[in-house]
């Protein structure tokens, strides 16, 4: 079946480390996607790509990174600049980025500092 | 800019009992609207979606939602709730002009009583 996987299901960060979260899919997608959820804000959009090699900042990009190698993967580091990246982090994609096109979640991320 | 308001942050209601979730919309331009659900710890799953045409859209698990565009709502309906439709609910929204980013609502908890 195709779909989306994001690994660790669960990660502890120490402080002044650099974690980073995969995310795979194997639908053939053009576009990722990665959000934020936190309790009662819903998600917010920290960074997404378009294309391979391309990505662009969403709403809260600071104190993250990602990169975008190869159509399949769409990983995302967390920088000890990010002073508060306790929080559930969801992998999306879509076959592009016209509107229209619903999104395809992975189960998610959930980071903890230690 | 678009945004989008879930009017209720939680939603009790007894098993078999007709539920409706709020959503409405603010756009300068037409949209796409969507409904995602989340069960626990796990990525959001699309119920149904509004693209065009009828403005009834029926959904997976018997939810249907409408698309009233003189109130700029999208509520979603189901006649009779299970057990198993306990979850958080998602409403999002998209511009038909770009390739844009999905505006997401805070999020809708329904909570079903036995």
């Known amino acids: 079946d195709g779909g989306i996987t994001q690994s660790p299901k669960y990660l502890f960060r120490k402080e002044g480390q650099n974690v980073t979260l995969s995310c795979e899919q194997n639908?053939?997608?053009?576009?990722m996607y990665w959000y934020r959820q936190d309790p009662g804000q819903g998600l917010r959009l920290i960074y997404y790509?378009?294309?391979?090699?391309?990505?662009q900042k969403g709403d809260i990009a600071e104190g993250y990174s990602v990169s975008r190698e190869k159509k399949e993967s769409f990983p995302l580091t967390v920088t000890s600049a990010q002073k508060n990246p306790t929080a559930f982090y969801l992998c999306?994609?879509?076959?592009?980025?016209?509107?229209?096109?619903?999104?395809?979640f992975g189960d998610g991320t959930r980071l903890s500092i230690l | 800019a678009q945004s989008v308001t879930q009017l209720d942050s939680q939603v009790p209601v007894f098993e078999e009992a007709p539920v409706e979730l709020r959503c409405n919309y603010s756009?300068?331009?037409?949209?796409?609207l969507f409904w995602y659900v989340q069960y626990p710890n796990q990525g959001l799953q699309l119920l149904l979606k509004?693209?065009?045409?009828?403005?009834l859209v029926k959904g997976i698990n018997g939810f249907e939602a409408e698309f009233n565009k003189s109130q700029t709502s999208f509520h979603l309906r189901k006649p009779s709730v299970h057990i198993s439709d306990t979850a958080e609910y998602f409403c999002?929204?998209?511009?038909?002009?770009?390739?844009?980013?999905?505006?997401f609502g805070s999020g809708t908890r329904l909570s079903i009583r036995p």
């Open positions: 756009s300068s331009v037409s949209v796409y």
């Open positions: 790509s378009q294309i391979v090699n391309d990505f």
């Open positions: 509004y693209l065009s045409g009828s403005t």
């Open positions: 999306a994609s879509s076959i592009d980025l016209f509107g229209g096109q619903p999104q395809h």
């Open positions: 639908l053939n997608h053009d576009a």
């Open positions: 999002a929204v998209t511009e038909y002009s770009s390739a844009s980013k999905i505006i």
